[in-house]
Each structure stands twice: as C-alpha cells, then as structure tokens.
C-alpha cells in the first residue's frame, strides 16, 4: 500500500494562476501529491478549479459542509442538508475530485435523526458513484466518538475521515483507557487528517515539541491502526491531509495575537514526520 500525501488550503487563497503555480511548485518540492480544499459554490468556479489543478497536474479532495459552513446553519433540517449534499456531488463531478470529505449534519440532531440522515447521505453517494467520506469535527453530527459509534452500529456501510483532535477535545483526553475501542470506526477510516489535538485543544502548538509527545504518539497510533486494517483489506493507496490550522487553531501570543508557529511550516513538519512513519510501519510484516 501506498502513501499519498495531500496539501490543505484551509486560509490559503487561489484565485490566480500564480498563486496556483506557486502552490503546486510547494506541492512539488515538499511531496504533496494534490490539494483538500473547500467545494466551489457554483459551477463556474467548479470548472475554474478543475482548470486550474490540470494545469499544475494536481489531485483534489473536495470539502463539503452540508450545513452552509465549518458551523451548520441551526435553522437547516436534514432535508436541507441533504440537498446541499446532493448539489455538491453534482458539482464534484466537474473538478474531477478523488472523493468528497463531508462535514456533515449537526450536533444537535436526536440519535435517530442522525441515522435516518447518514443512511439517506450515504444513499446520494452510492447512487451517485461518489465517495463521501464523513468528517469527525465538532458542531457536526460525528462531533462525539461514542455518539458515532451508536451510528455505526446501525449504518455500518459508512465511510469516515480521521480527524481524531476533535474527539480528544470533546473527552477533554487522550481515549487511551481499555474502554475506548474505537475499533468500529477506526476499520472503516477511508481517509485521514493529520493534525495532532490534546485534551484542551483541536491543535498542539507544535506537534514536534516534547510537552505534546504523549498526543503525538496517541495519533500516530491510531492512523498505524487505520492504516493495518487498509491494507489488510487491500487498499492500493492511502490519503493523509496534514491539517494544521489558522482561524483559531493556531496558538496566539497575547496582545500581539502573532502565531506562535507558521502554519505551512506545521504542516511540512507533518507530512515528513508522517511519511517517515509511514515508511517504517510498512516495513513491518
């Protein structure tokens, strides 16, 4: 199995062909084999993208938000967000997209609800020909691990991206205790964001330094176990996105508000941490 490695451009705009010749030339050099990047909202900018990453042979990860956005809109039912999905698998067709990472529902949603959604989202998918892969982020129905679970356990055809930093937000730990089998969902992992949280944040300040080792390690760990049960199934390729942030994320110094860490300097940090990992874990028998 192979590691394919894609480039966020969460904060980073690319509205002109220099921009996007100066991100691919970065792709290039640092091993990004593509781009994660938010869904345009009509078609025209949906064929622009589709331009624009032919012309910097780049692959592309779509960015779905059912809800309108990072937050869902609270007076949306599901009926409206099912909709939004629907015109974003149309439009994900004209960007020749891997597949779809879908941030989808909302938090607030009843259990049943919340199946009823995902098994009627995951049926736009398949009749479609699409994959969407159903984000972990906060605000969002899958922003809890044991709420998901729940879900898996009556929609089992799911597949899932591994933003794990939020579910260690949401417990307020590492879910490292005999009781936290994420089994379930972990064996259903399609796609994986790299960015490591800890118990009090979606975002260490830099996953690199000592204080941060024990949620560095716990990450690790669980993208080993996606990883094993991928290729035990036989994945030719796996995804990873560092995802690093702005907007909150990274950390700011007080009164100046200057970022303690750039974050494309994160992310580089990621990708060649992960894809040393990667080469040593594939090693193993």
């Known amino acids: 199995m192979d590691l394919e490695l894609f480039r966020s451009l969460w904060g980073r705009p690319n509205h002109t062909a220099a921009d996007w010749a100066h991100c691919a030339a970065e792709c290039r050099e640092y091993g990004f084999v593509g781009v994660e990047a938010r869904l345009p909202i009509d078609l025209s900018g949906c064929r622009a993208l589709a331009a624009a990453l032919a012309n910097e042979d780049l692959g592309y990860i779509a960015v779905v938000f059912t809800g309108g956005d990072v937050i869902p809109d609270q007076a949306w039912d599901p009926a409206q967000h099912l909709a939004c999905l ?11 997209a891997r597949f779809i990472n879908v941030l989808a529902g909302n938090d607030r949603w009843p259990l049943a609800q919340q199946v009823d959604f995902f098994g009627r989202a995951q049926a736009l998918a ?9 984000e972990t982020h906060r605000a969002t129905s899958l922003y809890s691990p044991w709420v998901t679970l729940e ?6 055809h799911l597949r899932f991206t591994a933003d794990l930093s939020h579910w260690v937000v949401v417990a307020e730990r590492l879910l490292d205790h005999p009781c936290d089998d994420l089994t379930p969902f972990l064996s259903r992992v399609h796609h994986v964001q790299a960015r490591v949280g800890y118990d009090q944040g979606p975002q260490v ?11 560095l390690a716990w990450h690790q760990a669980q993208w080993q176990t996606i990883w094993a049960t991928q290729r035990a199934a036989g994945r030719a390729v796996t995804t990873v996105t560092p995802e690093f ?41």
């Open 126 to 134: 398949d009749d479609a020909g699409m994959i969407c892969s159903f």
């Open 86 to 96: 629907a015109g974003a698998i149309e439009r994900a067709r004209d960007t020749g």
């Open 151 to 156: 879900l898996i356990a009556q929609v089992s």
């Open 245 to 285: 942030g702005p907007d909150g994320y990274t950390h700011l110094l007080p009164f100046t508000r200057a970022p303690v860490a750039d974050v494309w300097d994160l992310n580089r940090w990621m990708a060649k941490a992960t894809r040393e990992q990667f080469a040593a874990w594939s090693l193993k028998p």
């Open 205 to 215: 300040p830099h996953p690199a330094a000592p204080e941060y080792a024990a949620a």
